[in-house]
Structures are given as C-alpha cells and as structure tokens.
C-alpha cells in the first residue's frame, strides 16, 4: 500500500496594519483603477500648491521657541535667525494663553514655564527687540488670547515704524480644537467664534499678509486620533470658521487665501504623505463645490508641520533625532509650506540651545543633502501610498458628511463626538504599547540604563521678575487713558461690532493680558464644559 503523501498547512500570513488600522497588502500592483492627470500648482492640489515646490524655494524653517521671560526669548530668537532659521515661532505660557497676568494667583508656579510670560505690550516690544517685523515673518501659537497677542504684535512694529500692512505671520487662533483636545479655552464658543471672525475681517482689511487662523489637527492627532481623523476633524473645524465669515457678510475669496493649516508629523512614513496629499483634495474641493471660490489662492490648502511630540521618549532621548528626521522626510515629502522639528529632549524639558540647533540642521540637511527636495511631489505613483491616498480620502469624506449631519463642529464638539473618537484611538495606542504589539525603541524593546542629560530649567525667580515689572507698568501707565480703552472695548463686546480696533488700542494704552481678558470675561463669561462619557 502506497504512503500517503503528507501535505505542509500553509502558514496563514499575518496581518499588518497601518498607525490609522489600514491593512497593509504584501505588495502593491499598478491599480486597474484609472486617476485623471494631475499637476503640482493646478487643482486639486494633491501634488503640491505650487508648480515646482522645493525646486524654487524651500519651506519655511520655523523652530518653535520661548521660554521664561521676554529677554531670554529675545536671545533664543536671534541665536536661531543667526544659524539659518527662516522664521519666527512663538510659543507663550499657560497663564498667557488663558489670559491671567504674571501676578494672578491662577498663574503661581507657571509663569514662564511651558512659554514666554507676555503681559503687556512692553513685553512685547522685548520679545522683538533688534528684530525688525517688517522683514520677518512671525508664528504665534496663541488661541483664546489670540486678539490681545496681535494686538500687542501690530503696536509693536508700528513703534518700529512698519505699519500693519507690512507685517507677516500667523496666530494660531483655533479655538474648536481647544474644546476637543488642548483646553486652554477661556469664553464659551459664541463669543469665541465671534473673536475669530472678528480678527479674520480684521485682517482682510487691516494686515492683509497676515494669516489670522491656523486650523489645527496637531493637538487632536496627540491626542490620539488617527491620521484620517486629524484631516477630517480639522476640516469640519474649518468649515465652521469659514461659515462664521460668510454670515459676517465676508465674501469667500477676500479671507479664505488666508487662511492656514496646523498637522502633526508622526513616524509612519507613507501614511503621512498621504494624509497631506489627501487633506489639499479634499480641501480644494470643499472650497470650490461647497462655498464656490473663484480666486485659485482660496483653494490652496497651505500648512505648517511640527514633528510629533508625543513620539518623542524620556528614555534615551538621541534615538528621538533619527525620530524627527524620518518625520522631517515624511512631511517634506507631502508638501509642508513651513516646518518646526522638534527637538531631542523634549520629552523631558524645553530644548536646550544645542538641542535646538541640532534640530534646525536636520531640516537644513533634509533640504540640502537628502535630494527629495529636486522634484515635487516625489512618491506620487507608488503604488502603496496611492491606494492609502484613496482609503484616507474615502474615510475623511464619511466622517465629514457625518459632523454635517450632526450639524457642523460646535454641535459635535458639544455631543462629545470628537472627544470620544479621540479617546477610543488613544486607548487603542496605548494598549498596543503596554502589551509590546507597537514597538517603540528604548522603552518597550532594546531598553537599557543611561544618565539624563543636561536639561534647560526655568528660573524661579522669573516669576517674580514679572510681577515687579507688572507692579510698576501699572504705577507709571495713564490710569484714565487705560480705563477708557477698557470701557469702550466692554461697551463695543456688548454690541456686533468688530473687536479688534478696541483691543489694539487697549494694547497701546499698555492694558494687560489679564485686563483684556477680564473684561471680556464680564461680558461671555467663561466655559465649563459638560462631561461626556
């Protein structure tokens, strides 16, 4: 009798997935599917906003800084311009950006910590000192104080003698993402969409070369949402500010080419290109199907990278330099009009000097060394990051056409329906980590002993510093002059009138951070949000 012959099971394979859960294929073939031609600089924008991307210029190299008081600020700002950064980034503390002066009892322990301490005017005029703003262009991550930091921006560099419209720069000024994500909110949504409105005509009018909002997904994307998400939920953020404009009786086209976008960079290569791609489409579309703009401007998706911050790790911060450089790669490679990189011992502190530098001269080497940057849109036609481009584009199109169903962001954001999304992502992450199916290098895997480097520590006395100055800002400022700015702003927060020219005098009569948003707490209150669960 004949042996049977005995047959191997084939091994089922494993299956691979994305950072977004898009399953992986072993290898990609040309799709049967056929895609209309496409041209960087043409609609939709998916290769790049302009026809030869880094061939003609590169981004711009905008390392994020501040810290401690005005002075070091300044110094930190000049050290960086001086090895090659191409512009300025503002980063300001947490009682700056929830509008509470040096000396509130809400700011004790925080002053100057996580940012700049910026509480009048004069602080300002430090920050900048030897700075010229009419030749530089300026960053300023700053949401719920938004209109007091421009109003103490455009003072400024008229001192300089520059006027508005020779100013440049971007406030950040996305408040919807802080109800989801960051929550350094101050008023409730109304009147805060009516402040971003309010700077938005302003600008248009005022400081036409200004980018008055920066839409952001980067604080919801480190928060824990999906790549898709972070496209989707910025998006349906936009259309509401956007919104707000138009039933302000602005016409589409005299604000939307300045508006800007804000993404996160993490460390899955392919997915973010695509998720960059992706986010110019659809936008272009929105802008000319949904709110038919005419002007080619208005449909440019234009935005600034930083590097993922929560990718970075306590635990042997070096290895986080080859982290931001593959993310450097990534964002580069999708298109980014302006980058920040972070830097290497951010997990545990604010950069120090030379941490700072070495992050700069990796996007000076990616620009200079790494070739990427000799023709636009260099991944277009592989075939994987194609069909990523076209799973993202159809899952950010599901959930856009949900929040609308919903009724637009605020609903949303007021439903929990961002926050929960948010949540059930980040858990997923995080238990992916805990049980070592995510690997990350020095923590979960191939960890080992090491001594902490040298960190950069904020000066304790700082704060103190900051409340003398306060004590004799307000003893040497005209008292009536101020009180007269003051009311008046109160007066016009009562009415529809636009904000913006109140506060900017406010500013000049040196009002305080505090004292602006004091006053307009009096007239919205403040946010308490619900708790969803």
């Known amino acids: ?78 050290f960086m311009l001086e090895k090659g950064q191409t512009g300025l980034s503002m980063a300001f503390d947490l009682p700056t950006q929830i509008g509470y002066d040096s000396d509130s009892p809400q700011a004790e322990g925080e002053v100057g910590k996580v940012g700049v301490s910026i509480t009048s005017i004069k602080d300002m005029m430090t920050a900048f000192d030897g700075i010229p703003l009419g030749k530089v262009s300026s960053s300023m991550t700053i949401n719920s104080t938004a209109s007091t930091l421009l109003a103490y921006y455009i003072a400024v560099g008229e001192s300089q003698g520059f006027k508005s419209t020779e100013l440049r720069g971007t406030t950040q000024n996305d408040i919807l993402k802080e109800y989801i994500a960051r929550n350094t909110y101050i008023y409730p949504p109304q009147p805060s969409m009516r402040l971003i409105g309010d700077m938005i005509e302003f600008c248009a009018e005022k400081v036409p070369s200004w980018y008055p909002v920066s839409i952001s997904g980067y604080h919801m994307r480190e928060a824990g949402c999906t790549a898709t998400q972070e496209i989707a939920f910025t998006l349906a953020n936009a259309i509401a ?26 460390i899955e290569f392919f997915e973010e290109v695509a998720k960059f ?92 060394e790494s070739g990427i940057t000799k023709t636009a849109d260099p991944l277009a036609g592989s075939y994987y990051l194609e069909e990523l481009c076209d799973q993202i584009e159809a899952d950010v ?36 980590t805990d049980d070592a199916d995510r690997i990350i290098v020095g923590v979960n895997k191939y960890s080992e002993e090491e001594e902490q480097p040298e960190l950069l520590r904020i000066d304790g006395r700082i704060e103190i510093q900051q409340k003398k100055a306060l004590k004799k800002l307000r003893a040497d400022r005209d008292s009536k002059k101020l009180e007269k700015a003051l009311s008046a702003m109160q007066s016009a927060a009562d009415t529809e009138e636009n904000l913006m020219p109140y506060i900017v005098t406010a500013a000049k009569a040196f009002a305080t951070t505090g004292e602006i948003s004091n006053t307009f707490r009096e007239v919205f209150g403040e946010y308490r949000p619900k708790e969803v669960f």
């Open 397 to 432: 199109w599901k959930y856009l056409k949900k929040i609308e169903r919903m009724g637009g962001s605020v609903k949303a954001i007021e439903k929990g329906f961002f926050q929960s999304e948010i949540r059930a992502n980040a858990y997923r992450l995080k238990k992916e």
């Open 277 to 368: 791609r992706v986010a110019r489409k659809v936008y272009a579309k929105i802008l000319k199907e949904k709110f038919h703009a005419k002007n080619p401007r208005s449909l440019q998706l234009k935005f600034h990278t930083q590097t993922s911050g929560e990718s970075l790790t306590a635990q042997q911060p070096n290895n986080n330099i080859v982290r931001v450089a593959i993310q450097t790669m990534a964002a580069v490679a999708g298109g980014t009009q302006s980058l920040h990189t972070n830097s290497r011992d951010e997990a545990l502190a604010l950069p120090t000097q030379e941490s700072a530098k070495i992050a700069l001269r990796t996007q000076q080497i990616v620009a200079h």
């Open 1 to 78: 009798m004949a042996a049977k012959k005995v047959t191997k099971s084939k091994k089922p394979e494993k299956k691979i997935f994305t950072d977004s859960e898009y399953s992986v294929k072993r290898i990609y073939q040309k799709s049967s599917k056929k895609k209309p031609s496409e041209d960087a600089g043409k609609y939709p924008f998916t290769r790049g906003i302009h026809p030869g991307m880094f061939r003609e210029r590169f981004w711009t190299m905008r390392q994020y800084s501040g810290f401690g008081d005005a002075k070091l600020t300044n110094e930190r700002f000049k």
């Open 241 to 266: 500010y956007i919104q707000t404009c138009l039933d302000k009786g602005l016409k589409i086209d005299d604000f939307a080419p300045r508006l800007s976008f804000f993404f996160c960079c993490t």
